[in-house]
Nanobody, 116 residues
Framework: QVQLVESGGGLVQAGGSLRLSCVASRAIFSNTYAAWYRQAPGKQRVLVADITSTGTIYYADSVKGRFTISRDNAKNTVYLQTNNLEPEDTAVYYC??????????WGQGTQVTVSS
């Protein structure tokens, strides 16, 4: 029912910034929970940040103060602004949207590589 298309990843030096985007194929984000996860090689996929349909936001301790999650309902897009990137942030970043307990979607992932 919904396709999530991610973009914005790339190679950046430590201290740099990237803005990751997740565009949905139809308008869903005004009424959905959305999140960004990341998975480093050999590691579990972990929650980075999320935002509820009412705007409540959570950040993992590892990114708090550096990353910002936001959404633009008119553009059907969720963003993750990543600032002051560190090599430890290197991972594939995945967009996640949950419409209900039984309807949820994942993006394809976008690679973020931070060099030291």
């Amino acid at each position: 029912q919904v396709q999530l298309v991610e973009s914005g990843g790339g190679l950046v030096q430590a201290g740099g910034s990237l803005r990751l985007s997740c565009v949905a194929s139809r308008a869903i984000f005004s009424n959905t929970y959305a999140a960004w996860y990341r998975q480093a090689p050999g590691k579990q996929r972990v929650l980075v940040a999320d935002i509820t349909s009412t705007g409540t936001i959570y950040y993992a301790d590892s990114v708090k103060g550096r990353f910002t999650i936001s959404r633009d309902n008119a553009k059907n897009t969720v963003y993750l602004q990543t600032n002051n990137l560190e090599p430890e942030d290197t991972a594939v970043y995945y967009c996640h949207a949950r419409i209900s307990a039984t309807e949820y979607y994942w993006g394809q992932g976008t690679q973020v590589t931070v060099s030291s």
